[in-house]
């Protein structure tokens, strides 16, 4: 059963991998209106310049629901030496064929493994919905830089699709294809719920042992 696990988590991760690092899935094409005023939003600037770096938001959703983990487990494994004998305590759990791993090291570890498992299918989710939408972000238009010359755009009612149509930075205009569902939004609101379960399962155990 653990080997299996472990094999889905690293599954898990892989497609993760492929989703957020490589192109081996093609992110849809939406086309535009010429002139169209939804995508002609200025561009804000670069994702690590802003108020809430991703950098910070992902440290974050991964290392405080990391740290609240190890010190709830903690605190319940003192709880249960606290309120029973200590020779009664089961003191190690049988893992395997011949490996002994600690109650409390054992949960730990369960209980960080289900975050991330959830954490990457979260991401993988979310990168699924950003590549089938193709959802253009409000400043699409200042990275596509399209040259409406050249694509004979005469009239608002025009709509251009393809690829071609963008002569800016393909990095960027990726990027700028892919902004629905919100990643940010999406590992927030799944850190703070597992944060706020874990914390009610933790309340209900300590309720039940006093």
Do not use: W
């Not at 472990?6 to 599954?11: E, H, L, P, Q």
């Not at 310049?49 to 974050?60: I, K, M, T």
């Not at 249960?80 to 305590?89: G, M």
């Amino acid at each position: 059963m653990l080997y299996f696990q472990m094999v889905i988590m690293a599954g898990t991760v892989m497609l993760a991998y492929y989703f957020e690092y490589t192109d081996t899935f093609a992110v849809n094409v939406q086309g535009f209106f010429c002139y169209e005023g939804s995508y002609r939003k200025p561009y804000p600037g670069p994702e690590d310049r802003s108020a809430v770096p991703p950098a910070l938001l992902y440290a974050l959703a991964a290392g405080v629901p990391v740290l609240v983990i190890i010190i709830g487990e903690t605190a319940v494994f003192c709880l249960q030496l606290a309120t029973r004998d200590f020779e009664n305590q089961e003191k190690t759990i049988l893992t395997g064929d011949c490996c002994y791993i600690n109650p409390l090291v054992r949960r730990t570890i369960r209980f960080l493994g289900i975050y991330a498992f959830g954490l990457f299918a979260t991401d993988i989710f979310v990168n699924a919905g950003q590549v089938v939408t193709g959802n253009l972000a409000p400043h699409f238009l200042a990275l596509c830089k399209p040259n409406y010359t050249a694509l004979g755009c005469q009239q608002f009612t025009q709509f251009i699709s393809g690829a071609h149509a963008c002569t800016g930075n393909p990095d960027l205009i990726m990027r700028a294809r892919k902004t629905f569902p919100s990643k940010e939004a999406a590992l927030s609101v799944y850190a703070a719920t597992y944060l706020t379960v874990k914390a009610i399962r933790q309340m209900q155990f300590e309720i039940t042992v006093q």
